[in-house]
């Protein structure tokens, strides 16, 4: 072992570190030719190309923008002093994981298969992790049984992720308000709707006032097409969001950031992702049944997100089939309830029309 490997955190000796699309294509063989990228999630327009040329980046922003905290909190119906700014919500979730658990002491529920970043950032803190997967035959739904009989008092909050990365189905919000109502005053329930706005579906947010111990984790790196920008809104009573608001860093969000935010929700900014909404929805579902189609596709599951997930015959084959025709999937198959399984985002008409052309093709 190198020498100062030694004196980092015993607990981290074996860390894996969370395999991003964009570090698998960095450390990748060849994928880095890929003309059609499906593997990120991201909107696959680009809505604001520039900032305005007066944005002051000899000042230090403000920790927390009032003009940006004002316009979001109009746009989403809620108070300011219920929201929270961060550097994408991958930071929420590292900041929620450090503020609720003391290492080794304390614990977070997940219920795979979903998002790697909740586990990554319990790690990091030293934290324990208690897993109750999701119901495959069961539509990936929660298992509440099993959460209920599972939660202990170290168990300081649960994430869920709805709609599911990489499953792509919603959540019942009526299983999210039994969980939030039993383990009121006892667990932090985290829900992550990075996806929401392409599933025509009711937001938890409408659900805070009933629940202080709910917080919902939004981002603009999927339908707002701000993935470079890194900007993801917390929503939470005010105690969670000036406890959230102590333990950050001073100044998140980069003045750039702050100002393609507040361009990108100039209205007729909005009218495009709506419409790119509506868009990719209803490739979404062409997609969908253009898949059950595919010799090489065994399995496709329907999706309220902007990806589906698919089984194929062969993962490894499939993939690289794919790369070598320069589309970039991203292979799931590491979920243990998910072997063979491949998770494609959806892409521009023309993209997806090439996607469907070479999966026909395929051998
Ligand atoms: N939550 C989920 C479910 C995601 O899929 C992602 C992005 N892959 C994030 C959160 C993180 O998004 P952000 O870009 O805001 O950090």
């Known amino acids: 072992m190198k020498s100062i490997s030694k004196l980092i955190r015993d607990d981290l000796q074996g860390f894996a570190e969370y395999r991003s699309a964009e570090k698998e294509n960095a450390e990748g063989d060849g994928n880095k030719s890929g003309r059609i990228w499906l593997n990120a999630n991201e909107l696959p327009w680009s809505v604001v190309e520039s900032v305005p040329e007066n944005t002051h980046l000899n000042r230090y922003p403000e920790q927390q923008p009032a003009e940006l905290l004002e316009l979001l909190a109009k746009n989403?119906?809620?108070?300011t002093d219920h929201l929270l700014l961060s550097r994408g919500s991958d930071d929420a979730i590292d900041l929620l994981v450090r503020l609720f658990c003391n290492p080794k002491l304390d614990s977070v529920m997940i219920c795979p298969p979903t998002f790697g970043m909740y586990e990554v950032a319990v790690k990091i803190q030293g934290a324990n992790l208690f897993s109750v997967p999701l119901i495959r035959s069961?539509?990936?739904?929660?298992?509440?049984?099993?959460?209920?009989?599972?939660?202990?008092s170290h168990i300081k909050i649960i994430f869920i992720n709805?709609?599911?990365n990489p499953t792509g189905n919603l959540i019942s919000v009526d299983d999210i308000a039994v969980l939030c109502k039993t383990l009121s005053g006892k667990a932090i329930i985290v829900v992550d709707e990075a996806y929401i706005e392409f599933a025509e579906a009711e937001s938890a947010i409408k659900l805070l006032d009933k629940y202080e111990n709910m917080v919902v984790l939004r981002t603009l790196s999927k339908a707002y097409g701000l993935a470079g920008?890194?900007?993801?809104?917390?929503?939470?009573?005010?105690?969670?969001?000036?406890?959230?608001?102590?333990?950050?860093?001073?100044y998140p969000l980069a003045s750039l950031t702050i100002d393609a935010v507040i361009k990108t929700f100039e209205p007729e900014n909005i009218a495009r992702i709506n419409a790119y909404i509506k868009t990719v929805e209803a490739e979404r579902d062409k997609l969908y049944e253009a898949f059950k189609e595919i010799p090489s596709i065994t399995?496709?599951?329907?999706?309220?997100?902007?990806?589906?997930?698919?089984?194929?015959?062969?993962?490894?084959?499939?993939?690289?089939?794919?790369?070598?025709?320069?589309?970039?999937?991203r292979n799931v198959s590491h979920h243990e309830s998910l072997t063979n399984c491949v998770r494609i985002s959806?892409?521009?008409?023309?993209?997806?029309?090439?996607?469907?052309?070479?999966l026909k093709k395929m051998p």
């Open 346 to 358: 959806i892409g521009t008409p023309e993209q997806n029309a090439q996607l469907l052309d070479i």
């Open 76 to 79: 989403y119906g809620v108070s």
């Open 299 to 329: 399995k496709v599951w329907p999706s309220r997100a902007n990806f589906i997930l698919v089984e194929t015959f062969n993962v490894e084959k499939f993939i690289d089939y794919c790369v070598k025709q320069g589309i970039i999937v």
């Open 138 to 152: 069961q539509d990936f739904q929660l298992d509440l049984t099993k959460i209920l009989e599972a939660w202990r």
């Open 162 to 164: 709805s709609p599911n």
């Open 229 to 250: 920008a890194r900007c993801g809104i917390t929503f939470s009573s005010h105690e969670v969001v000036t406890w959230l608001r102590k333990v950050m860093p001073p």
